[in-house]
């Protein structure tokens, strides 16, 4: 026998000799055990504020080569936006990292502050990087879609005068959605639920322009319904879901154009079609559809919604939305 074949065969019983779970990256041995965390900020500005980055090594190995960089919303300064750690960070313990931010004066409504760390490293659970989040909300959100009402789209035929749903005094007119069975606090059936029509007087504002407002809305799902219609032919956006465990998700949707663009654009469904809209002048438009929309974004079902931000698209008009199971 060759001394080549010898060779191999002893490979290959060394090889045989060895357990599978000999053969593990360092990545997956110990996967997320390095923890970053931000302290509160103070965002009463303007402001110079402290915040302190907290690095925690829940590995089996020394972390070594830290380097953290801290940044806040888009505009406001860090100071230093990078820092390196002079010592490591042996398993089980933590470090702290020190950052400024000058946080400006705070602006009126409610607002969503996200602010991120990113670390590097060497060793630790092996993965090479970690990151960590603090969401801080300022303002408080509007408790139901009728706080954000601020459009006058249905008006009564004898009073056509205070509509404006498209920005041209134009308007849905209240007898012709009655003939739909669309009346004031009615029920509208779409997309496997049930929304409910403002309950508004013709001539008083029923629905909320998008404009980034937040709603307060508690429950569980697997989707967020809207209905509504648009003043454009560009009505839609992106909507952003928060969780009561202070995570988010996002989602688009839009709503046609209320008469002349095709009813499923923007993924939406259409609803209900009334003949002709109350003008300035008085009831017109008889040969043409002015319609209700109804769209929906996917949301977790494992988790409980806290409130939901419309999206800033001021030609995009809500009349109502809720959860479906």
């Keep these: 026998m060759s001394t080549r074949i010898v060779l191999r065969l002893l490979a290959a019983l060394l090889i045989g000799l060895l357990p599978a779970a000999a053969v593990v990256s360092p990545a997956s041995a110990a996967a997320d055990a390095v923890e970053v965390t931000i302290s509160e900020v103070d965002l009463d500005g303007p402001t110079i504020a402290d915040v302190t980055v907290t690095v925690t090594n829940h590995g089996d190995a020394r972390m070594s080569r830290v380097a953290v960089t801290f940044a806040g919303p888009k505009g406001w300064t860090v100071h230093p936006d990078e820092r390196t750690l002079q010592r490591s960070i042996r398993p089980g313990a933590s470090a702290e990292v020190e950052f400024q931010i000058r946080v400006p004066e ?22 090479g990087t970690a990151v960590g989040e603090r969401v801080q909300r300022t303002g408080e959100p509007l408790p139901d ?9 249905v008006t009564s035929e004898s009073d056509t005068a205070p509509g404006d749903f498209d920005g041209d005094g134009n308007s849905f007119s209240a007898e012709k959605l009655a003939e739909q069975g669309v009346t004031p606090g009615g029920p509208v059936t779409a997309l496997g639920t049930t929304f409910t029509w403002p309950d508004v007087v013709p001539g008083a504002p029923n629905n909320a322009t998008a404009g980034g407002q937040a709603i307060e809305l508690d429950g569980t799902g697997s989707r967020l319904a809207f209905l509504g219609s648009g003043s454009s032919y560009a009505a839609n956006g992106t909507a952003t879901v928060y969780y009561t465990d202070g995570t988010t998700s996002t989602g688009s949707f ?4 209320w008469s002349f663009q095709e009813p499923d654009a923007h993924g939406a469904t259409l609803v ?30 494992t988790k409980t919604v806290d409130l939901v931000v419309l999206p800033a698209s001021p030609t995009l008009h809500v009349f109502d939305l809720r959860l479906v199971d």
């Design 254 to 257: 839009g709503f046609p154009n």
């Design 272 to 301: 209900v079609a009334t003949k002709g809209r109350n003008r300035p002048d008085g009831y017109g438009d008889a040969a043409y559809d002015y319609r209700i929309f109804a769209n929906s974004i996917p949301v977790d079902p």
């Design 106 to 127: 705070p602006r009126p409504g409610f607002r969503v502050r996200t602010f991120r760390a990113s670390v590097s490293y060497r060793g630790g659970d092996g993965a």
């Design 145 to 153: 879609l009728a706080g954000a009402f601020d459009n006058v789209g």
